[in-house]
């Protein structure tokens, strides 16, 4: 069977420091992978997908970037965060299909 | 493009009282529709899916019918637990659009007093 992990599972950073947050995949090969944020009571946006290894669309312009170095790993980074980068981040997974199956999410939270 | 709405909450129950979340779209075509919940701290876990006009999905006692002359995908199920406080995502696919992406609504959250 398929799972996602994330880690860290939490990250407190400061202002101006880099980020990086990695999402694997195990038990299928070359899933469309996603990247979205929820910002504290709010709903999901979308921040970047990807079909395959290299190949990144992103679906807001931002501080964030993300890289997909391995068929099923996919990472999003920051050179300097910002304080609205805060936030739940969640990874995501499709194979041949329209239902996306979720990681357990990373809380990032800037001060 | 393709929106889906659902109504805001909170929404604040009793326990083995009635649960219904509006949910409704707008889409080209003929788009799936799902319903995501989401635990406190946890990722988002597919509840149910639909995948044409007048299915129904239901799984753990929730149901949504799909209704294409409504365009709405209505979440209800019949008898709440204090277990099933959580926060509810309404999404549709995004048909032909490159890289299968859903389009979510924002988020009913649900809370269920004993």
């Known amino acids: 069977s398929q799972t996602i992990h994330q880690w860290p599972a939490t990250l407190v950073q400061p202002v101006g420091s880099p980020l990086s947050l990695e999402c694997t995949v195990e038990g299928t090969s070359n899933p469309n992978l996603y990247w979205y944020r929820q910002a504290a009571g709010r709903g999901l946006q979308l921040l970047f997908y990807?079909?395959?290894?290299?190949?990144i669309s992103s679906e807001v312009p931002q501080n964030l970037s993300a890289s997909r170095p391995q068929d099923r790993q996919f990472i999003l980074s920051s050179k300097k965060l910002l304080l609205s980068d805060s936030g739940f981040y969640l990874c995501?997974?499709?194979?041949?299909?329209?239902?996306?199956?979720f990681g357990p999410g990373t809380r990032l939270t800037v001060l | 493009g393709n929106s889906v709405t659902q109504m805001e909450g909170p929404v604040t129950l009793s326990e083995e009282a009635f649960l219904t979340i509006n949910c409704t779209y707008t889409?080209?075509?003929?788009?799936?529709l799902f319903w995501y919940v989401q635990y406190p701290g946890e990722g988002l876990q597919l509840l149910l899916k639909a995948t044409k006009a007048d299915d129904k999905g239901s799984n753990k006692g929730f149901e949504a019918t799909y209704r294409k002359e409504t365009t709405s995908f209505h979440l209800e199920k019949g008898s709440v637990q204090v277990s099933d406080s959580a926060v509810y995502f309404c999404a549709l696919s995004d048909l032909g659009a490159a890289g299968n992406k859903l389009t979510f609504g924002g988020g009913t959250r649900v809370l269920v007093k004993p």
């Open positions: 995501a997974w499709t194979l041949n299909s329209d239902t996306q199956y």
């Open positions: 889409a080209t075509g003929y788009p799936s």
């Open positions: 990807s079909v395959g290894i290299g190949q």
